[in-house]
């Protein structure tokens, strides 16, 4: 009975092999079949994803999946029967009694390959593959979108496709995860699973073989607290719904004609989100998870803290030690650390928080929420139980609200600059710092060092009332140093008068350019000192107060390779900053001027690149600070009169709050062409994407060219991809600078051109540290080959643009750099 049907499912589908002007079909209904054969699949409306049956490897075993139908590589984004392949090509797909899709084999009366589960039987029901990828069953043709009996959204594989979700149907039970494939060739489920759990305060977990192994951290209301994602890229948007009816994470893409996923690789134990690049017809990483070895669970153990920066990675929170010191001093960090001691719950003087800021919040599966509890209320509810070891705030939109409290041990914690205020339970003296507790044990040297220190700090504000007489007087309120912790720096305070008077009233004269946060002019203050002055957005959405705390904090950073700041204005709506001047203004005006750029000779250039080398290595190190740049580029290292470079601009993106976790957390601060591909895409920055700055910095030292930002039409001309092809072409001399002919040693340029490779990485994990990069600068041991550098997507590009011109529009004018345009 069924045979004449198939027979005239065939015809229809040869007559549309053989005719352009039919269309394929989208659906199959009650009385048609998807048999495994040659052409015959559905093919959605706009012809974005196919269905049908594929087979991979050499096993022969048959599947049924959706692929892009598009784009050169075969990509299957989901299948059906991935645990039970048919074993030969006698599968089909059909419709049976109860209104459920099935894969049958030749037998019929055996059970099903596969079948979906609907609850409700349709009278005329209807599979239809849609252009989102999802395949549906719906009743009738009539029926409204969302109604669906089912649909292959709510049942994903290894992928995550735009628009479907990730995450619980609380009504129902349903929990959509991904598992990755067993292998390349085989579907099935594999050991790494990715799925939202539901806890006090949920959060997204991927397992390994049923261990935990990487978590997001909780959702604090603007974000996940370990990893970092701005809503606001060019790519897609994300959102994080958590109600009574559903919890669960989503993604949107921007521009549907950009083929962009996120899927899981067993093979790389790996969550990524790949772009598909037309161009060179391969999907590019955009995104890993973990991204480090502090990703991982609990790398450093119980009450441990990763940083990854640090060396050895893992330290026990402060009021902590090693609970094994041997394995601990054997980098085995597995056991965590235990309280050191001093501490007994609930007495007074001994029971304390001290607060760490940064943190990605520990494993919450022992602890506490509140949704109305303030901070303050919460520490106290924590000091009432023995067993409270945290708090912190559960939302942080706002200033943050509601209570978040943990029992037990903390475990999986790290510094991530997406990661907010932990209070943890120490003891007292531990709040107070190391300071205190030497206090304690030697006294009388205390007392003398004190009195050394008053004198010193006497002399100090006596030197620098003398040095800025009759122009700024005020320093800092009584007030204010009270709230402080840090304040080892007495940074002087210019009131607004004397700012409009050294600068002319901020004519246009004493402009020196424009920056990414601002105008920057020259200022002559009344004793004749030279300044430079940075006016900051008045946008730029931060209190005084943490604008001050982030201005002393970096005016305490001391480099000779980096600009000093010198004091600051904060008044009304103006916030000021002042600079060291430098007589011989930014590199990019001697680099990028035909004329000027024959002044630097290829041994100043070497000394200027090593020198910027070391400066960055100590924001990145060596400072208390630890900074991020963020913005690092030719035009933010300035030269004073002997053609020292001093990076400027550094910890501008902490000051304007553009790093905070509150509010505009969103805005990727930094100029397209010297931004990371992971910055760029999913505002993830470390270290290594101010070292992706740097070998971009490189490139243009050693030729003399202007880095554009990446776009599709710039392609050919692209500095990066210019230095590629010439590096593979083994020909790399030939971007070095036309000026530098006489002066060039080619053996060191080239090396250099390899280094800034090495930097331009695509991966991270695959780019060196400062530390490396200088050892590779100064050193003469054979460098690692580099692979191709990271590029940006390259069809977005113009989208990009557009969102960041956007951004700087409406939300904050000048934190994002402007493109190309200096
Ligand atoms: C396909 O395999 C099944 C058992 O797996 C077998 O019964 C059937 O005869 C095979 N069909 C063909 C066409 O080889
Ligand atoms: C089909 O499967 C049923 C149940 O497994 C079995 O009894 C029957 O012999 C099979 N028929 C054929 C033609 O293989
Ligand atoms: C189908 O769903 C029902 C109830 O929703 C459940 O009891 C049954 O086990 C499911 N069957 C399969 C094969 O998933
Ligand atoms: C995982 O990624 C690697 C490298 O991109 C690729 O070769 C491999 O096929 C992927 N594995 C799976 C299971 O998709
Ligand atoms: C958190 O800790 C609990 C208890 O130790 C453990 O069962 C769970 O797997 C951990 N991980 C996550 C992601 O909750
Ligand atoms: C949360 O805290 C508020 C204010 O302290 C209190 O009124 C409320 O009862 C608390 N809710 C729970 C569930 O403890
Ligand atoms: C402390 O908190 C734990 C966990 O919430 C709870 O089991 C215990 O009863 C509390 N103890 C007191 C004294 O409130
Ligand atoms: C979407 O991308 C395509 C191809 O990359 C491009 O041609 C189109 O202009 C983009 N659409 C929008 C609205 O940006």
């Not at 060396?311 to 650390?337: H, Y």
């Not at 001691?341 to 929420?369: A, I, Q, R, Y």
Request: with cysteine.
């Amino acid at each position: 009975m069924a045979i004449p049907l198939v027979m005239l499912f065939l015809c229809k589908l040869l007559l549309l092999l053989f005719s352009q002007f039919c269309y394929a079909i989208d659906t199959i209904t009650k009385d048609q079949s998807l048999p495994d054969k040659d052409g015959s699949s559905l093919l959605s409306k706009a012809g974005t994803f196919e269905l049908g049956f594929f087979s991979r490897g050499s096993s022969g075993n048959r599947y049924i999946g959706i692929w892009y139908k598009n784009i050169g590589v075969r990509t299957v984004v989901w299948v059906a029967n991935r645990d039970n392949p048919v074993t030969n090509n006698s599968g089909k797909m059909v419709i049976n009694e109860e209104g459920n899709l099935v894969l049958i084999g030749q037998n019929q009366s055996q059970p099903p390959f596969w079948t979906t589960n609907v609850t409700r039987k349709a009278s005329n029901p209807i599979v239809q593959l849609l252009d989102t990828g999802n395949l549906v069953i719906k009743d009738g043709d009539n029926n409204k979108d969302g109604a669906f009996l089912w649909q292959s959204f709510d049942h994903p594989c290894d992928t995550l496709l735009s628009g479907m979700k990730l995450g619980w149907d609380l009504k129902t039970g349903l929990n959509r995860r991904l598992t990755a494939w067993k292998n390349w060739d085989d579907p099935s489920q594999g050991e790494i699973v990715w799925e939202v759990v539901i806890g006090n305060n949920p959060e997204i977990v991927m397992w390994k073989d049923n261990v935990d192994y990487f978590r997001s951290g909780p959702y604090t209301g603007e974000m996940f607290s370990g990893v970092y994602a701005p809503r606001n890229n060019p790519l897609y948007e994300w959102k994080f719904v958590n109600n009574k009816d559903e919890v669960y994470f989503q993604y949107t893409l921007k521009n549907s004609s950009v083929v962009s996923l996120i899927v899981m690789n067993q093979t790389l134990s790996l969550r990524q989100r790949l772009t598909w690049i037309p161009e060179t017809k391969t999907w590019t990483v955009y995104q890993s998870l973990p991204r480090d070895s502090c990703d991982v669970y609990n790398t450093c153990g119980p009450n441990g803290n990763c940083v990854i920066a640090g060396s050895p990675i893992c330290e026990c929170l402060e009021g902590f030690v090693p609970k094994s010191p041997q394995q601990w001093n054997a980098m085995d960090w597995r056991q965590g650390c235990v309280r050191s001691g001093e501490w007994s719950c609930g007495v007074k003087d001994k029971d304390g928080f001290l607060k760490f800021g940064s943190v990605k919040l520990p494993n919450s599966t022992f602890s506490w929420v509140n949704q109305s509890m303030t901070l303050e209320e919460c520490r106290v509810k924590c000091l009432e139980n023995c067993s409270c070891n945290a708090y912190s705030n559960l939302d942080i939109r706002g200033g943050g609200s509601g209570c978040f409290i943990w029992v037990g041990e903390l475990a999986d914690m790290r510094v991530v600059e997406s990661g907010q205020d932990l209070y943890v339970r120490v003891a007292t003296s531990d709040t107070d710092g190391k300071k205190g507790r030497r206090k304690k044990v030697i006294l009388a040297v205390t007392i003398v060092a004190s009195l050394v220190l008053l004198m010193l700090l006497a002399f100090c504000v006596y030197m620098t009332k003398k040095k800025y007489k009759g122009k700024p007087e005020t320093t800092m309120s009584t007030e204010q140093k009270d709230s402080e912790r840090q304040e080892d720096l007495e940074l002087p305070f210019f009131d607004l008068a004397t700012i409009v008077n050294a600068t002319n009233n901020f004519s246009l004269d004493n402009k020196l350019g424009e920056g990414g946060f601002g105008p920057v002019y020259k200022g002559l203050l009344v004793d004749g000192q030279e300044i430079a002055i940075k006016r900051l957005s008045r946008s730029s959405g931060q209190g005084l107060k943490e604008f001050r705390n982030e201005v002393i904090l970096c005016a305490n950073l001391q480099h000779r390779n980096l600009v000093k700041v010198l004091g600051y204005c904060i008044e009304g709506e103006e916030k000021m900053l002042l600079y060291e001047y430098m007589s011989n203004k930014s590199l990019d005006l001697f680099l990028f001027d035909s004329i000027q750029s024959k002044f630097l000779d290829w041994p100043m250039r070497f000394k200027i690149l090593n020198a910027i080398a070391r400066g960055l290595l100590y924001l990145h190190q060596d400072s208390r600070l630890r900074i991020i740049h963020r913005d690092l580029k030719a035009s933010n290292i300035l030269l004073d009169n002997n053609m020292n470079p001093k990076i400027s601009d550094f910890g501008l993106a902490r000051m304007c709050g553009s790093d905070q976790v509150e509010g505009k957390t969103n805005i990727i601060v930094g100029t397209h062409g010297y931004m990371a591909p992971e910055y760029a895409i999913d505002g993830l920055f470390s270290t290594k994407s101010d070292v992706f700055s740097f070998g971009v910095l490189l490139l243009e030292i050693i030729s003399g060219k202007k880095s554009k930002a990446f776009s599709y039409q710039d392609h050919e001309h692209n500095l990066i991809d210019q230095a590629w092809r010439l590096w593979k072409e083994s020909t790399p001399e030939q971007l070095i600078d036309v000026s530098l002919a006489n002066s060039c040693s080619v053996f060191e340029a080239i090396r250099c051109i390899q280094i800034s490779l090495l930097c331009l990485q695509h991966h991270p994990q695959d780019r060196p540290d400062m530390t490396s990069v200088i050892v590779m600068l100064t050193g003469e041991n054979v460098l690692p080959e580099p692979k191709e550098p990271g590029f940006l997507i390259r069809r977005a590009s113009n989208e990009r643009e557009e969102s960041s011109n956007r951004q700087t529009s409406s939300i904050n004018e000048v934190t994002v750099s402007l493109l190309n345009a200096r």
